[in-house]
């Protein structure tokens, strides 16, 4: 026997005998053994073999020991010593969206400028006069032209249609003349509150950039004639490309009632390969209010989240709210998108009818702006468990952190921009990049962070998020943030039981326990004994949620 598998069965001994839940059909299904389960359950961290029941872990332990269970009718799999993690959770995305841009608009995600106008030129092509062309994804520092879109680009390539091309961040566009136009801009047009229209330092036109609610009137011009079958099919489409990477479960943070909808007859029609906690928009508060609907409701696959609110800016597109200027624009703070004032009334009619809160917080300012909300409401209307959610919470001190600790509150800090976004951080300063996307300290303060991919804006890839967060390199080697680094077996938990927490679902999922269900992914070769710079490149070789294969390799 070797040294290794007398550590692993000793381990087993040293935790007691066969863990088992008895649940309504006591007989397994399926069993998976021969495999190097590591559960994230302090009570038994590893397992070769589990037994299945249902959707949900029947039993956990040694091969002999499930292997026992089998009867007739059930299934046994060979995992030929594959290491089996949860389910990753992603605590904040946009899926529901992002499905859809997929299916209907120009993926800009890539390296010049020459393809980005040819791929909107092409779409154009084919495009009605007059029609909006819409582009999604474009990220102004990943073209190798050393500069972002310019007015001239869009009109050159597209004039006869109104063109907006978002910044993958979702914070920012990119509009040609005829589209401000139409919304009646101009270079005289003041800017919005929370928003600003950039204009060329030396001329003073328009660049055709435009920032968070300066996109309002432009978006309210685009036609949304999306029909229930093309949503159910966006869900259906981000549903298969994420649990390919090995999410299981997933956060939508700026859900509607259409996007429940598209999620609810995706899973009725067994198209929905991931399970979705759906955070509510602000603007629908009312609506969902009067239907008497409130975070919780619905079932193990779908359910409705919190109430979405956003505060500032954005990181990738260095628009959040800071107290110290962005490093070479001594005078560029940021965006705050909605102040105290604005906040406190939505957030209080939500927590008083029993909603968990989020809100969007990037810049320390804005995290303290959001802070004081919240703080305020549990003076006035203390919550018995409200778990008060601070989406993104990237740019933190320490004080910060012990507000959010007596808060009890939780923060979803973006998992893959450093490896993803890494150029962008010289404009933060290497001393703050120190304290952003901060998992070190909020785990060192007893705090409760989460993976979190905010796809579009970050690439949901789990394994990329891991090479982020332990090794803080970008994709070129070079490291941003050393101070917050953290260890694999940390990132995990960050990624799978921090993720149950945040939904109030710690019972139900993130672990691999008898009673949970059973959502879990195989990996081609053990995180725990691979270089970090290596994690990203470990395969996924099956992805399974509740008890049915998702994806197969």
Same mark, same amino acid.
Request: charged fraction near 25%; charge should be neutral.
């Given at each position: 026997m070797s040294s290794s598998r007398r550590e692993f069965l000793h381990g087993l001994g040293s935790l007691g005998a066969l863990a088992f839940f008895r649940l309504e059909r006591t007989e397994p299904d399926l069993i998976l053994y021969n495999g190097n389960f590591w559960t994230v359950n302090a009570g038994q961290p590893r397992a070769q073999a589990v037994a299945i029941s249902d959707g949900r872990f029947l039993a956990l332990g040694s091969n002999e020991e499930v292997l026992a269970l089998a009867v007739g009718t059930a299934k046994k799999i060979d995992l030929g010593g594959s290491t089996v993690l949860p389910g990753f959770i992603d605590a904040h995305s946009h899926p529901a969206e992002a499905g859809l841009n997929h299916l209907r608009m120009v993926d800009c995600d890539l390296r010049s400028i020459a393809e980005i106008v040819s791929a909107l030129r092409r779409r154009a092509a084919g495009t009605p006069s007059g029609e909006w062309v819409l582009g999604f994804k474009y990220d102004d520092t990943k073209t190798s032209d050393g500069r972002p879109l310019a007015l001239a680009d869009l009109d050159g390539a597209v004039p006869d249609h109104p063109v907006f091309v978002e910044h993958r961040g979702g914070h920012t566009a990119w509009v040609n003349s005829l589209a401000m136009k139409m919304v009646k801009v101009d270079d005289r047009t003041l800017d919005p509150p929370g928003g600003k229209y950039d204009h060329d330092p030396v001329t003073g036109r328009l660049t055709g950039h435009i920032r968070e609610n300066a996109k309002t009137g432009f978006q309210e011009l685009i036609p949304s004639n999306f029909t229930h079958a093309d949503r159910r099919e966006g869900v259906k489409l981000i549903s298969k490309m994420m649990t390919r990477s090995g999410v299981t479960s997933v956060g939508d943070a700026f859900g509607s009632p259409d996007d429940l909808t598209a999620y609810q007859e995706a899973r009725d029609a067994g198209e929905l390969s991931f399970r979705v906690y759906c955070l509510i928009g602000f603007q629908f508060i009312d609506q969902m209010l009067a239907a008497g609907v409130r975070t919780g409701l619905g079932d193990e696959w779908?359910?409705?989240?919190?109430?979405?609110?956003?505060?500032?800016?954005?990181?990738?597109?260095?628009?959040?709210?800071?107290?110290?200027?962005?490093?070479?624009?001594?005078?560029?703070?940021?965006?705050?998108?909605?102040?105290?004032?604005?906040? %406190?009334?939505?957030?209080?009619?939500?927590?008083?009818?029993?909603?968990?809160?989020? =809100?969007?917080?990037?810049?320390?300012?804005?995290?303290?702006?959001?802070?004081?909300? %919240?703080?305020?409401?549990?003076?006035?209307?203390? &919550?018995?468990?409200?778990?008060?959610?601070?989406?993104?919470?990237? /740019?933190?001190?320490?004080?910060?952190?012990?507000?959010?600790?007596?808060?009890?509150?939780?923060?979803?800090?973006?998992? =893959? %921009?450093?490896?993803?976004?890494?150029?962008?951080?010289?404009? %933060? &300063?290497?001393?703050?990049?120190?304290?952003?996307?901060?998992?070190?300290?909020?785990?060192?303060?007893?705090?409760?962070? =989460?993976?979190?991919?905010?796809?579009?804006?970050?690439?949901?890839?789990?394994?990329?998020?891991?090479?982020?967060? /332990?090794?803080?390199?970008?994709?070129?080697?070079?490291?941003?943030?050393?101070?917050?680094?953290?260890?694999?077996?940390?990132?995990?938990?960050?990624?799978?039981?921090?993720?149950?927490?945040?939904?109030?679902?710690?019972?139900?999922?993130?672990?691999?326990?008898? &009673?949970?269900?059973?959502?879990? /992914?195989?990996? &081609?070769?053990?995180?725990?004994?691979?270089?970090?710079?290596?994690?990203?490149?470990?395969?996924?070789?099956? =992805?399974?949620v509740g008890g049915k294969w998702m994806f197969e390799a």
């Open positions: 779908v359910r409705v989240g919190a109430m979405k609110m956003i505060c500032d800016g954005s990181i990738s597109e260095r628009t959040a709210r800071l107290s110290e200027p962005y490093i070479g624009r001594p005078d560029d703070f940021g965006i705050l998108v909605a102040g105290e004032g604005q906040l %406190y009334p939505v957030a209080r009619k939500a927590h008083a009818a029993g909603w968990q809160l989020a =809100t969007h917080a990037n810049g320390d300012v804005a995290i303290d702006t959001v802070l004081r909300v %919240y703080e305020r409401l549990q003076r006035e209307l203390p &919550g018995h468990d409200p778990r008060f959610r601070l989406e993104h919470c990237t /740019v933190v001190n320490d004080s910060l952190v012990q507000r959010i600790k007596a808060l009890g509150a939780i923060p979803t800090p973006f998992s =893959t %921009y450093a490896y993803y976004h890494g150029e962008k951080m010289k404009e %933060y &300063g290497a001393e703050r990049v120190n304290h952003m996307f901060a998992l070190r300290s909020f785990i060192d303060a007893g705090i409760r962070p =989460t993976q979190a991919s905010d796809y579009p804006p970050g690439p949901f890839e789990p394994m990329m998020a891991l090479r982020s967060e /332990v090794t803080r390199t970008d994709s070129k080697g070079n490291v941003w943030g050393p101070k917050q680094k953290i260890t694999v077996e940390e990132a995990i938990r960050v990624g799978t039981v921090n993720g149950s927490y945040a939904s109030y679902e710690e019972n139900l999922k993130g672990s691999i326990e008898p &009673g949970k269900l059973a959502d879990l /992914v195989v990996f &081609g070769r053990d995180p725990f004994k691979v270089d970090p710079l290596e994690l990203i490149d470990i395969p996924i070789q099956q =992805t399974m």
